[in-house]
Each structure stands twice: as structure tokens, then as C-alpha cells.
């Protein structure tokens, strides 16, 4: 960590995961003519279709890790559930400028919760619970609406539950029993979530995407809008509280953090110590995009001021949705559309995005509309 070694292109990146994360972040890196090695234990998933090299293997699979670790001359991961392990062992071979903390706390809403908290940050209020008995009386001492967590790997909406009156506090003692360590936390009647997307260099300096507003349907991110309509105040609080965790983590590259904002209050929910879906729009909309100053974040390379060039909406394409994208395209003037390659369509798997700019984000607005009405 911190090393600030260059790696120029024509070396090889290794990426753990493969996915459209690791897709996209290969895309950069190969405009930039970077080698790219992936490990993923699905054959051709999204990320090896544009790789030069794939290495089947589970992601926990030390053989696997290994052999990724000898070919590459970085590595970068695409998801916060790396093997500690594994990544402990790259880190050690200085290869691994993200580090493994940040994996070890986004790992568990448990350790990022305390670091949000110890950091002076305002996070919902909460309760760590172990089973029913603990769950029940953390219920009892806070108003509903509550949701409980799993405070490890969940993700999209999975793993957690949503207890809006007394009638759900069954099912959600069940749900503590049923976990190891489940978090309770109150539902911030939030007036907008938000996520601030930035990169951290290794020796600290730090770039902002601008903000953007996020929208999620049964908790998968669904819509993102750039500029987020929000106060200066908020903004400000929105940049601080990052700039103080990014400096907490001690990052390198492209990191975001999940916010709700509530008048000119933000809570902290989730922070993501890698690109993020809500980061998709800077593709096209930014002078440079969150995967290309991620790769150059980690391959020790100066951090290229952003600009946002035109205002956007980014949607995401859930399951089904890919079809009704493809059947538009004939006709659809505007949008730049992504799809991640997957094989398998499954309801509410992120498929691809379409991202829409215009001159106004109005005009944007009313290019999405063209879209969703021929979804309905
Ligand atoms: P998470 O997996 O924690 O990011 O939750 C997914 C989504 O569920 C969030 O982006 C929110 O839309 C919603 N959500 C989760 N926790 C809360 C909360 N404490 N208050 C309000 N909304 C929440």
C-alpha cells in the first residue's frame, strides 16, 4: 500500500471478479494498452470477454490467487467480498495498492459502521443483534421504521428486510436467528440518496466525481441523476465526510459512499472501495470516467482533474429489461447503451445501463421517458 510504484501500459492488470465492474475497468485499461488477466470462476464471464486472459477459479482458490499474483503486474479488485486471505497474500507481494483493509471493513456493516461512527460521521442509528432474543429488545427501543441487515454478504437488496409495523418484528427476529450477526438499523425517511464517487491516489490526492442522486426499486439502484439537486451545504457535508473516510481507509482508486440526505442532513449508509454502479454515467457524461482514473489510481499515474461536460441519467437494465433495450435500439436516437455480456438472464440481475446526456437535465429526463414508456 502506498507504494506509488508506475506501472505503464503494456503491463498486465489483474482483476478479481469478473463482472461488469471488472468489464468496465478492463475496457479502460485496454484504451489506455494495458494487458488484462482476470480471475473469476465462471468461463467467459463479462470481464473475460474483454481480457486478454481469464484464470478459472474460485476467488477464494490460493492457487488461483497465486497464479494471477505471478502473471500480474498490479492487481485491482471489482467487489468488497475478496478473500481476506487472498488479498493479505497479494498485499504482501505489493501488489496491491487498494489494500486489504478497506476489504476487511466493507466487508462487514458491523466494522464500517463503527468506522463511520469513529470518524465523528452521522450514521442511521443501529443495533448489532445475535439472534431473536437481542433482536426483540433492539425493536423495542426503536421506532419503526427499522430495516435488518445481514452485516456480511449481502448485496442488492439481498439480505436484508425491511420491518415497517409490530406485524414484522416476527419475521425479523427469524431473519436474526437465521444469521450469524444481523444489523437493526432505523429507516431514514430520506428526501434523497445520494453517493459521492472519487478516487484517492497513493499519495493521498483526491479527485471528485460529482455528486449524483440515486433512486432504488425494492433496493437495487435503479436510476441515477447527475448534478443531484442538493444544497451547498449538503454538498459540502457530502465531500468532507468522504475526504475524512478515504483518508481513514488509507484507499488508492476509485471509492464511493451510499448517503441518505434528509433537509441539510446526511446519514452514511454504505461505502464501496471500488467503482460503483452509481459512477456508470461519468463513461460518457465526465472527461474522464471512474474506471479510467481507477486504473490510473492504482497503476500510480497522476489523477487527471474531472469535469462533468454534460448533465445525465444513467438506468440500469434489470433482468427482463434487456430485451425491451434491444428491441428499441433500431429506433433509439439517444442513450449509449451497455450491456455487461451476461448469458443468464435472472429477474433483477444487472444486465447493462443506458446512459442518457443532454444539454439540460431536463432534455436527459425526457430521453430516459422515451425508454421507460416503451417498458411498461
Ligand atoms: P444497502 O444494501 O444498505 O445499501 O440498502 C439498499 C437500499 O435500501 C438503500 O440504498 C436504500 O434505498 C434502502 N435502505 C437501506 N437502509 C436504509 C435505511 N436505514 N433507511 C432508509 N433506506 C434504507
New binding site residues.
Given amino acids: 500500500m502506498q507504494n506509488n510504484k508506475v506501472i505503464l501500459p503494456m503491463k498486465t492488470i489483474g482483476i478479481i471478479g469478473g463482472g461488469q465492474l471488472g468489464r468496465m475497468m478492463a475496457i479502460a485499461a485496454k484504451y489506455m494498452g494495458y494487458q488484462i488477466a482476470v480471475l473469476d470462476p465462471t468461463p467467459n464471464c463479462p470481464a473475460a470477454q474483454v481480457a486478454d486472459q481469464q484464470i478459472t477459479a474460485a476467488y477464494d482458490d490460493m492457487d488461483g490467487i497465486q497464479k494471477l499474483t505471478d502473471i500480474s503486474d498490479v492487481i485491482t479488485y471489482e467487489f468488497e467480498n475478496v478473500d481476506l486471505d487472498a488479498a493479505a497474500y497479494i498485499e504482501q507481494k505489493d501488489k496491491l495498492p487498494q489494500g486489504a483493509y478497506a476489504l476487511e471493513i466493507t466487508q462487514n456493516?458491523e466494522k464500517e459502521k463503527s468506522v463511520m461512527g469513529d470518524a465523528g460521521l452521522p450514521v442511521?442509528a443501529?443495533k448489532i443483534v445475535r439472534d431473536s432474543d437481542m433482536c426483540a429488545s433492539a425493536l423495542e427501543n426503536m421506532p419503526l421504521?427499522?430495516?435488518i441487515?445481514t452485516v456480511s454478504g449481502?448485496?442488492?437488496?439481498k439480505?436484508?428486510l425491511?420491518i415497517n409495523t409490530t406485524d414484522d418484528m416476527k419475521a425479523a427476529c427469524e431473519f436474526a436467528d437465521q444469521h450469524d450477526v444481523s444489523i437493526i438499523?432505523?429507516?431514514?425517511?430520506?428526501d434523497r440518496?445520494i453517493s459521492v464517487v472519487f478516487t484517492r491516489g497513493q499519495s493521498g490526492e483526491i479527485t471528485f466525481f460529482p455528486i449524483s442522486a440515486?433512486e432504488?426499486k425494492d433496493?437495487?439502484?435503479y436510476k441515477t441523476t447527475v448534478p443531484a439537486s442538493i444544497s451547498a451545504a449538503v454538498q459540502q457535508k457530502a465531500l468532507d465526510a468522504a475526504g475524512i473516510l478515504a483518508e481513514k481507509m488509507n484507499i488508492a482508486g476509485t471509492f464511493a459512499i451510499?448517503m441518505?440526505v434528509k433537509g441539510d442532513d446526511i446519514?452514511l449508509?454504505?461505502m464501496a472501495p471500488r467503482p460503483h454502479n452509481s459512477g456508470h454515467y461519468t463513461i460518457e457524461a465526465c472527461n474522464l470516467s471512474q474506471f479510467e482514473q481507477h486504473i490510473r489510481a492504482i497503476c500510480g499515474l497522476p489523477l487527471m482533474p474531472i469535469e462533468l461536460l454534460r448533465p445525465a441519467v444513467t438506468v440500469n437494465i434489470l433482468g427482463d429489461d434487456a430485451g425491451t433495450a434491444l428491441n428499441m435500439l433500431p429506433e433509439m436516437q439517444h442513450g449509449f447503451l451497455h450491456l455487461y455480456g451476461k448469458e443468464a438472464v435472472k429477474p433483477k440481475r444487472k444486465m447493462g445501463h443506458i446512459t442518457f446526456i443532454a444539454d439540460t437535465l431536463d432534455e436527459a429526463k425526457k430521453q430516459l421517458a422515451v425508454y421507460e414508456e416503451a417498458k411498461q
Fill in positions: 456493516r442511521p443501529n421504521p427499522a430495516v441487515k449481502g448485496y442488492d437488496g439480505g436484508q425491511k438499523e432505523q429507516w431514514v425517511p430520506f440518496e440515486n432504488h433496493h437495487i439502484l451510499e441518505f446519514y449508509n454504505e
